[in-house]
């Protein structure tokens, strides 16, 4: 885990290391405990499912937590498209949701 000013660093340095890459509907920050590239679901469960995209969305803190429990999260269309993305960069944990396709509706 790591602190929000990491977390936002790290995201930087993400967005840069999958600029252009298939399949990568958004990338933002949540909060663990998460295990390093792992799938999410909606509730934040590790196992896969259907949620919004996080395109530069950070949830509110929650006061309970401590200030280093802050992941990456990364939006991906399919499983296929989950593989190719960093267990962690910059030592911060990346967790995956498979969105499906995101777009107007």
């Known amino acids: 885990m790591a ?5 936002r660093e790290a995201k930087t340095a993400l967005k840069h290391a999958l600029a252009g890459h ?4 958004g990338i933002g ?3 663990g405990p998460a295990d390093p590239g792992v799938a ?7 196992d896969g499912g259907a949620a919004a995209q ?3 969305v950070e949830p509110a803190q929650d006061l309970e937590q401590p200030d280093d429990t ?3 999260q990364v939006n ?10 960093p267990a962690e960069i ?8 498979v969105t499906g396709q995101v777009g107007a509706g």
């Open 76 to 85: 991906v269309v399919d499983t296929e498209a989950q593989d190719r993305l």
């Open 40 to 46: 999410a679901d909606a509730a934040g469960v590790r």
């Open 54 to 56: 996080a395109e530069d």
């Open 70 to 72: 802050w992941c990456l």
């Open 90 to 97: 910059d030592g911060v944990a990346v967790v995956v949701r």
């Open 29 to 31: 920050l949540t909060r």
């Open 22 to 25: 298939d399949g990568v509907t």
């Open 3 to 7: 602190s929000l000013e990491q977390a």
